[in-house]
């Protein structure tokens, strides 16, 4: 049975992109466009794994960290950023991985697999 990866970015090619690549490498993948939802969406979905964006237009991706972690304490979460300086939030510290957002993809896909394969 193949792992679950849920997608929770704000830009529709990203979560395309990441969608394509991941389902190549043999996950189920699916997608959200941000925080609306997105416990429940957890919750009946049960993804093995989901890769958070941190800076979305209406949501804080580590805001969303932290409401994840609280009902959720075991799913890994790797961040995805554009930006390296939400490092310095202390709320980033809650999350398995971090990611710098690329369009090689190299460094996620070692990043989920290593986490899954645990």
Do not use: W
């Amino acid at each position: 049975m193949s792992k679950k990866i849920l997608v929770v970015d704000d830009e529709a090619h990203i979560r395309m992109l990441y969608s394509e690549e991941l389902t190549e490498e043999g996950y189920e993948v699916i997608t959200a466009e941000g925080g609306l939802n997105l416990l429940e969406r957890i919750e009946t979905e049960k993804p093995d794994l989901v890769v958070l964006d941190i800076k979305m237009v209406d949501y804080n991706g580590l805001d969303l960290l932290q409401d994840i972690r609280n009902k959720f304490y075991d799913l890994p979460v790797i961040l995805c950023s554009a930006y390296d300086t939400f490092k310095d939030d202390i709320k980033s510290i809650a999350a398995d991985q971090y990611v710098i957002k690329s369009f090689d993809l190299a460094e996620l896909k070692s990043k989920i697999s290593e986490l899954l394969s645990d």
